[in-house]
C-alpha cells in the first residue's frame, strides 16, 4: 500500500430532507488553506513516487512528442479582405494567430499567446475581429482560468488600444458593424481573493464604446428576475439587430430578444419568452429570421420568424424534423447548409433558403465535419473533416460551382492503414441500443488479451463522434484498443437522447456505459483485467459511479476533473447551472434521492477492492472545482481494501483543461497511459 497522507475529518453532517449525510473532507473546500496544500503537495508526492520507477513512460512521452509534432491549422474566416487563422507549428504551447490580406497574402502575426508566460499558461481564450478585419477583440485567460481579460488590438499595426474588459465568461464580444464599439457578458467582480470559487450570479449584457473606461459601459440588458440565467449577446451580418439569448443554465432550451440597432428609439423585443425549446438564429433578411429549434421537434429543425409579426401562428417550417439530428446549420451564399448526426457520424445537407434540397455534400469518409460557417453572401466556406486516424484536414467549399477541395492538409507521422473503426450497437439494461466506436490494429485478435480504453461523457447534450487524438494514436500502436461509447445524456440522437439520462434518469448513463463495457468483454476484444476506463468532467462524474457501482467491471481507470460531491456541486462558481441536467439535491426530494444514490462521494465503502485509480484535477480549475476530486481521492483512499493505487494528480497553474499548454497536455497524457499500461501488466 502507497504511504497516503492521512488527512483529519470533521464531524460535518448535513440533512436533506430527514437523511443525514456525513462530510468529513469538507474543509478541504478551501483549497487555499495552508492545510490543504500540504496535502496536495504530500499526495503530489506521493504520485510522483509511483511513476518514478516507470522507466517506460519516457518512450511514451517521446512517440506522444513525435506524434503531435504537425503542422496544424484551423479553418480560415475572413473579414472584409482579410482571412484570419491558427497555427501551431507542432509542439508550440499555444497557437498563434495569423492574418492574411486575401487568402493567399503573407502570413502576419495577430496574436501570439506564447510570447505572454514562459510556462505558456496564458492562452487565447477568444476573438472577435470587426467586419472590416481592422480590430480585434482578443480574450485571454490564465492559468485555465474561465475568467477573461479582453484587450482591443488593432490588426494592421500590432498595437494595442487603451481598451481593457475584465470579469468576463463564456461570451465572445460581439462587434457593431462599424467597428466603434460591442457588446459583451460579464459579471460582477467576486470578493478579493474568492474568484476561482464565488458564485457567478446575475450575468449582464454591456455595450463598449471604444476609447472609454469600463466603468462608464452601459448595461443593456439583464434578467434581475433569476440570478442563473446565462445571457449572449450576438450582432446580425447586416449589423441592423442584437440579438439576446438567455439560457437556464445548461439548459439547451432558451429565451430570445431582439434590439433593433437601426432605432436609437427602439427598445428590447422580447419575441420569445418562454423557454420551451433551443432557439438558435441562422441569419436573417432584414426582419425575417432563420432559426434552429427543437420546438416539437427533438431532433432539430429550421423555421422563420417576421419581427413585424412574431406572433407563433405565424412562424413557417422551413426545413422539417429529421431522424438524424441537426447539430448546427449557417446560412452562407444565401443557402443553409445544415449539418447532420447520424449514428454520430456528420453528414451534410444543402438548402435553398425556403428549404429546397439541393444536395448532400460528398464528405471523405466516416468521421465528423466542422465549420461551414460565414455570411449570407459568402461565395465559399471553409471546413474541417477528422476521424479517429484523421488529423484535421480543411477543405474549401465553392458556393458557387458545389465544389469542395483539400485547402490544408497536414503531413501524417504514422500508417493510418495499419488501423480499421467499426462502430457497434450495444443493448442497454433497459433495451436501449447504444452506438460504440471501436479502433484498433487491422491484425487484432479477439482473445479477450487487448488492452483497451473506453471513454465516454454521457451529459449536457454533447455528442462524441470521430476525432483524432496523436496520444491515442501511441495506445492504439501499442496493440491497444480504443472504444468511445455514444451514451444517453449527449446529444447524438437529438434532445429525447439528451433528456434520458438527465435529472432522475442519470442512472440510465451508468447502465450504458456498464452495458458497452459488458459486451467489450462478452466479444473478446478485452477482458476485466484488460480494460481501463476514462473520462473528464461530467464524465469524471461517469468514471466516479463506475468506481462505486461496478469495481468489479474493469481493472484501472482516470477520473478527470470530475463531478464527485453530487450533493454540492451548486455551491461553486458556475455549479449551479448544471441543476438542469443533474437536478436540484437540496431543493426536490425525488431528485436528492436519485443523485444520493449515484454520488461518487457518497457511495465509497470501506473494505472495498477498488481499481486502480488515478484522479486528474487542477488548482486553477473554476468551472468543476478541485475539491470535488479532492474529497473523492481522500474518502477512496480510506476506503481502498485492495492493493490497486488511488492516485491523484494536482496539476499546477491548469484549470478545467481549455487553454492548457501541449507541453501540459503532453505529460499529463504520457501519466495517464503509463498508468494504464502498468496497471494492465502490458508495459
Known amino acids: 500500500m502507497l504511504p497516503y497522507p492521512k488527512p483529519h475529518t470533521v464531524d460535518q453532517v448535513d440533512d436533506y430532507f430527514g437523511t443525514q449525510v456525513a462530510d468529513p473532507f469538507r474543509w478541504m473546500e478551501d483549497i487555499d488553506a495552508p492545510e490543504t496544500k500540504a496535502w496536495i503537495d504530500a499526495e503530489n508526492r506521493v504520485t510522483a513516487s509511483y511513476f518514478e520507477p516507470l522507466s517506460f513512460r519516457a518512450g511514451l512521452l517521446d512517440r506522444m512528442e513525435s506524434l503531435t509534432n504537425y503542422e496544424r491549422f484551423s479553418a480560415p474566416s475572413r ?15 499555444q497557437s ?9 497574402g503573407e502570413p502576419q502575426v495577430l496574436v501570439d499567446p506564447n510570447t505572454l508566460a514562459a510556462d505558456g499558461t496564458v492562452a487565447l481564450a477568444g476573438m472577435s475581429v470587426t467586419e472590416d478585419g481592422r480590430l480585434a477583440a482578443l480574450a485571454f485567460a490564465d492559468a485555465g482560468s474561465d475568467w477573461k481579460k479582453i484587450i482591443v488590438r488593432d490588426v494592421t499595426t500590432g498595437a494595442d488600444l487603451e481598451d481593457l474588459i475584465q470579469w468576463t465568461k463564456f461570451g465572445s464580444p460581439a462587434w457593431l458593424l462599424d467597428g466603434s464599439g460591442f457588446y459583451y457578458s460579464g459579471y460582477d467582480a467576486p470578493p478579493e481573493g474568492d474568484a476561482l470559487k464565488a458564485l457567478n450570479h446575475f450575468a449582464k449584457i454591456f455595450f463598449h464604446k471604444l476609447g472609454t473606461p469600463q466603468s462608464e459601459d452601459l448595461l443593456v440588458f439583464e434578467r434581475a428576475d433569476d440570478p442563473e440565467i446565462f445571457l449572449h449577446a450576438g450582432i446580425t451580418d447586416d449589423g441592423r439587430y442584437l440579438v439576446l439569448s438567455q439560457h437556464k443554465g445548461t439548459s439547451p432550451n432558451n429565451a430570445l430578444a431582439f434590439l433593433d440597432l437601426s432605432d436609437p428609439r427602439a427598445k428590447v423585443q422580447r419575441v420569445i419568452d418562454t423557454p420551451d425549446a433551443a432557439y438558435s438564429p441562422i441569419g436573417n433578411d432584414g426582419a425575417c429570421f432563420w432559426l434552429y429549434t427543437t420546438l416539437d421537434a427533438p431532433n432539430g429543425k429550421i423555421i422563420s420568424i417576421d419581427l413585424a409579426s412574431p406572433e407563433r401562428e405565424h412562424w413557417k417550417t422551413i426545413i422539417a424534423e429529421s431522424s438524424s439530428t441537426l447539430e448546427g446549420v449557417s446560412l452562407v451564399h444565401r443557402r443553409l447548409i445544415a449539418s447532420y448526426l447520424k449514428d454520430a457520424r456528420s453528414q451534410v445537407e444543402i438548402h435553398a433558403e425556403d428549404g429546397t434540397h439541393l444536395q448532400t ?5 466516416v468521421g465528423s465535419a466542422g465549420g461551414l460557417g460565414g455570411r449570407r453572401e459568402d ?3 471553409f471546413y474541417t473533416f477528422t476521424n479517429f486516424t484523421t488529423p484535421g484536414v480543411i477543405y474549401r467549399l465553392d458556393l458557387e460551382t458545389m465544389t469542395s477541395a483539400p485547402y490544408r492538409e497536414p ?14 450497437f450495444v443493448t442497454s439494461k433497459d433495451g436501449t441500443k447504444v452506438p460504440l466506436f471501436l479502433t484498433y490494429k487491422k491484425d487484432l485478435v479477439r482473445d479477450g488479451n487487448n488492452p483497451a480504453l473506453l471513454y465516454a461523457y454521457g451529459g449536457f447534450n454533447v455528442s462524441l463522434t470521430p476525432a483524432f487524438s496523436p496520444t491515442n494514436i501511441t495506445w492504439l500502436e501499442r496493440g491497444g484498443i480504443y472504444a468511445q461509447a455514444c451514451l444517453r445524456g449527449g446529444g447524438e440522437y437529438g434532445e429525447a437522447w439528451h433528456e434520458a439520462g438527465t435529472r432522475t434518469k442519470k442512472q440510465n448513463v451508468f447502465d450504458d456505459f456498464i452495458a458497452c463495457a459488458q459486451w467489450m468483454i462478452a466479444e473478446r476484444y478485452t477482458s476485466t483485467p484488460k480494460l481501463a476506463i476514462q473520462g473528464g468532467s461530467n464524465g469524471g462524474l461517469l468514471v466516479g459511479a463506475m468506481l ?20 454540492r456541486f ?17 431543493e426536490d426530494e425525488a431528485e436528492f434521492r436519485a443523485i444520493y444514490a449515484y454520488s461518487p462521494l457518497h457511495n465509497l ?13 487542477a488548482d486553477h480549475d473554476d468551472r468543476v472545482y478541485p475539491a470535488h476530486s479532492f474529497k473523492f481521492a481522500a474518502a477512496m483512499q480510506a476506503a481502498q481494501a485492495g492493493e490497486a493505487p488511488v492516485l491523484i494528480r494536482v496539476e499546477t497553474r491548469a484549470g478545467h483543461g481549455g487553454g492548457m499548454p501541449v507541453r501540459k497536455r503532453l505529460e499529463l497524457a504520457a501519466d495517464t497511459f503509463a498508468f494504464f499500461l502498468h496497471e494492465l501488466g502490458c508495459a
Open 79 to 93: 473579414y472584409g479582405s482579410r482571412y484570419v487563422y491558427a497555427h501551431n507549428s507542432g509542439l508550440q504551447n
Open 96 to 104: 498563434v494567430v495569423y492574418w492574411t490580406e486575401g487568402l493567399e
Open 361 to 365: 455534400l460528398a464528405l471523405p469518409g
Open 379 to 381: 461565395a465559399e466556406t
Open 411 to 424: 503531413k501524417l507521422l504514422f500508417d493510418p492503414a495499419a488501423f480499421t473503426t467499426e462502430q457497434a
Open 548 to 567: 462505486t457501482q461496478r469495481p468489479d467491471l474493469f481493472c484501472a481507470a482516470n477520473a478527470a476533473v470530475g463531478v464527485m460531491d453530487m450533493l
Open 570 to 586: 451548486d455551491k461553486f462558481t458556475v455549479g449551479w447551472g448544471w441543476k438542469q441536467d443533474y437536478g436540484a439535491p437540496s
Open 605 to 617: 465503502h470501506a473494505g472495498t477492492r477498488y481499481p486502480a485509480t488515478l484522479i486528474t484535477t
